[in-house]
C-alpha cells in the first residue's frame, strides 16, 4: 500500500474512532452535568492542574520520539518503556506525598485523598506510554480508536454508576483511574509486543534529546494551558472553577476529537517523506482540511452557544457560554498553528518549537494572570491572546526554518476564516434580537438554520466551490482507498 493510501486509510479509520469517541464523551458531559454541580467539577479540576504536570513528565517525549523515529529495535524500545515506566512511578509517589501540600495551596482539605487515589493514573499512563506508540508505527490505528473508545465507555459507566450513589466528586475521580486502567490493558494486549530487559549498548542519545525537546513544549504547554485553572481555583474558588472548566472542555473537543488523533496519522506519514514538493503539498492539503473543520467546528459551537449548553447541561451550567465563546475565538489561532505542530515533529525540529514555545507561552501566562481579577471571562480573554500571540510567533519567525513559506498557509486558511466569521455574527444576531423571547430549543433551530444559510451562500462563490471540491476529492480517496 503506498503512502497515500496509508494516510487516507489511517484518517479515515481514525476519524470514525473520533466520531465513536465523541459520542461517548459527550454523552459523559451530559448525563454527569445534570448528576453533579460545578463545584464537583472545580475540586477535581483543582487536583489534575497540577499534577497534569506529571503525566507529562511520565511521557518524557518519548512516544512521540518512537513514532518519529524511521527505524527502532527492539532493545531501544524496551528501553523507552522502562524509562517511561520508572518515570510514571516516580510521577505517582511525588503526587501521593504532595496531596497534603496542594490541600493547602487551595485550602480544601478533600484534596488530600483524592490526590492520593490519582496518583494510580501516572504509573498506569507511564506502562502504557509504549504500548500506544509501537501501536502508531504499526498503524494500527483500528485498535487505538477500540482502546480509547471502550476506555470512555468503561469511564462513562463508573462515573455514573458513582455519582448516582452520591460520590460526587469522587465520580469523576473513579472515572480518571478506570479510563487509564482500560487504556493500559486493551493496548498492553492488542500491541502483540512485549519488552525486554533494559539493555546499556544501545544508541539512545538520539530519541532522549528529541523526547526532552518535546517534553519542554508539552511541558510549557501544560503550563500555560492550566495556569488558568489553579489561578481560578486558588482566588475564585471551586464553583468559578468548574464553570471555567466546563467552558474549556468543550472548547478542548475539536482539537481533542479532531486535531490530535489526526497527529497520530500524519505524523508517520510526513516523516517519511523526503521529497520536498510532495511534503508541501501535503501540508497545504492539511492546513486546508484543518481550516475548515476544526474553524468551522469552533466558530459553530461558538454561534449555539447559548441555547446548545442550556439544552444539554441545563440552566446552571449557562455562565459559562461567554467564557466558552472568547477561547472559541481563540481556537481560531490555535487551529492555525496546528500544522507548524505536525511540521515540526516530522522535521525533528523540536527544538525550534520549544523556544518559540518559550516565549509566546511566558506571553500567555502572563496575560492569563493579568485576567484573573475578572474571574473566568478575564481569564478566557488572556487564554485566547495567548493563542494569538503563538500563531503570530510561528508564523513570522519559526516556519521560515522548516523551508516552508507562511504565505500560502495564511492564504488557504483565510477564506474559511471569513465565512465562518460571517456565519458567526449571523447567528448571534439572532441571539440578540430574539435570544430573551424564544425557548431554547426555537432559538437553536434559527441559529442553525442561519449557520446553513450562510454556509450556503458561501458555496456559491467560485473560491468557495474548488475548497469543497478538494475537501470532496479528500473524501473519495478515504472511501476509495479503504474498501
Known amino acids: 500500500m503506498g503512502l497515500p493510501q496509508t494516510a487516507a486509510r489511517g484518517a479515515l479509520v481514525t476519524l470514525v474512532g473520533q466520531l465513536f469517541k465523541f459520542v461517548v464523551q459527550m454523552a459523559t458531559l451530559v448525563i454527569l452535568a445534570r448528576l453533579l454541580t460545578p463545584g464537583d467539577y472545580g475540586v477535581i479540576t483543582m487536583i489534575t492542574a497540577i499534577t497534569g504536570i506529571a503525566l507529562i513528565l511520565g511521557d518524557f517525549g518519548l512516544s512521540m520520539a518512537a513514532v518519529q523515529a524511521k527505524s527502532l529495535s527492539q532493545k531501544q524500545k524496551s528501553n523507552l518503556f522502562w524509562i517511561n515506566s520508572s518515570i510514571g512511578l516516580l510521577s505517582a509517589t511525588a503526587v501521593f506525598f504532595l496531596a497534603g501540600p496542594i490541600a493547602a495551596f487551595y485550602n480544601e482539605p478533600a484534596l488530600v485523598g483524592l490526590s492520593r487515589f490519582l496518583a494510580i493514573t501516572f504509573l498506569m499512563n507511564g506502562l502504557t506510554t509504549q504500548f ?130 489526526m497527529t497520530r496519522v500524519a505524523l508517520p506519514v510526513l516523516s517519511r517523506i523526503d521529497n520536498q514538493d510532495q511534503y508541501r503539498r501535503y501540508v497545504e492539503r492539511a492546513q486546508l482540511i484543518l481550516s475548515y473543520v476544526l474553524i468551522g467546528a469552533f466558530m459553530m459551537l461558538a454561534s449555539l452557544g447559548y441555547p446548545l449548553f442550556s439544552i444539554l447541561f441545563g440552566p446552571q451550567w449557562v455562565s459559562a457560554v461567554p467564557i466558552f465563546q472568547i477561547l472559541a475565538l481563540g481556537g481560531i489561532f490555535q487551529a492555525l498553528a496546528y500544522v507548524y505542530y505536525w511540521i515540526f515533529l516530522s522535521k525533528g525540529l523540536t527544538w525550534l518549537q520549544l523556544r518559540f514555545s518559550l516565549i509566546g507561552r511566558g506571553v500567555m501566562v502572563v496575560l492569563i494572570l493579568l485576567g484573573v481579577p475578572w474571574g473566568g471571562i478575564g481569564v478566557a480573554v488572556g487564554y485566547s491572546l495567548g493563542l494569538v500571540v503563538i500563531w503570530g510567533l510561528y508564523s513570522i519567525f519559526a516556519i521560515r526554518h522548516a523551508d516552508l513559506k507562511t504565505g500560502p498557509l495564511i492564504l488557504i486558511a483565510a477564506r474559511p476564516v471569513a465565512a465562518f466569521t460571517v456565519m458567526l455574527v449571523a447567528a448571534q444576531t439572532v441571539q440578540f434580537f430574539f435570544g430573551s423571547e424564544w425557548n431554547s430549543w426555537l432559538l437553536l433551530g434559527a441559529e442553525i438554520a442561519v449557520c446553513l444559510l450562510v454556509i450556503g451562500a458561501a458555496c456559491l462563490i467560485p473560491a468557495y466551490r474548488r475548497d469543497v471540491m478538494t475537501l470532496a476529492s479528500t473524501a473519495r480517496l478515504l472511501r476509495a482507498d479503504t474498501r
Open 132 to 261: 500506544k506508540a509501537e501501536l502508531t508505527r504499526n498503524l494500527r490505528f483500528k485498535v487505538l480508536s477500540l482502546a480509547e473508545v471502550s476506555a470512555q465507555a468503561i469511564g462513562l459507566a463508573v462515573a455514573v454508576v458513582s455519582a448516582l450513589a452520591g460520590l460526587a466528586y469522587w465520580a469523576l475521580a473513579f472515572q480518571q483511574v478506570s479510563i487509564a486502567l482500560a487504556i493500559l490493558v486493551i493496548v498492553g494486549i492488542m500491541s502483540r509486543w512485549r519488552p525486554s530487559l533494559p539493555a546499556r549498548r544501545s544508541e539512545m542519545r538520539g530519541l532522549l534529546s528529541f523526547g526532552a525537546n518535546t517534553m519542554g513544549v508539552q511541558l510549557i504547554t501544560y503550563i500555560s494551558s492550566n495556569v488558568d485553572s489553579v489561578s481560578l481555583g486558588r482566588f475564585w474558588g471551586s464553583v468559578v472553577l468548574g464553570l471555567y472548566n466546563r467552558a474549556f472542555q468543550i472548547f478542548a473537543l475539536p482539537m481533542q476529537q479532531l486535531a490530535a488523533p
